[in-house]
Nanobody, 126 residues
Framework: QVQLVESGGGLVQAGGSLRLACAAS????????MGWFRQIPGKERDIVAA????????YLADSVKGRFTISRDNAKNAINLQMNSLKPEDTAVYYC???????????????????WGQGTQVTVSS
């Protein structure tokens, strides 16, 4: 049974920071692509960040480059999303997801991810 549990969401003022964590069980994060997505009501779920199974490559959406960082904690079998300089347009439900076993490239399409966490709300006030 694969489970992903996100934590760290909340309410923050514009310019502030939050750190999201995603603890995985049932799969080892070092063998799978891991990603963070976000979704607002009525919109598609969009990629925010992803990390290759090797940990050597990362992807960041243009809208978050220079502000967000994805990292991995192998000892905790978890991934993190550090979010700095938050903007009101970052407000969304953030989801952690686990993709395929050792793919040749980083997956950025949500259809390439097999398991999802329950989501955590991030709200940025202006």
């Amino acid at each position: 049974q694969v489970q992903l549990v996100e934590s760290g969401g909340g309410l923050v003022q514009a310019g502030g920071s939050l750190r999201l964590a995603c603890a995985a069980s049932g799969r080892t994060v070092i063998d799978y692509t891991m990603g963070w997505f976000r979704q607002i009501p009525g919109k598609e779920r969009d990629i925010v960040a992803a990390m290759s199974w090797s940990g050597s490559r990362t992807y960041l959406a243009d809208s978050v480059k220079g502000r967000f960082t994805i990292s991995r904690d192998n000892a905790k079998n978890a991934i993190n999303l550090q979010m700095n300089s938050l903007k009101p347009e970052d407000t969304a439900v953030y989801y952690c997801a686990i993709g395929r076993y050792r793919p040749s490239r980083i997956a950025t399409d949500k259809d390439e991810y097999d398991y999802w966490g329950q989501g955590t709300q991030v709200t940025v006030s202006s």
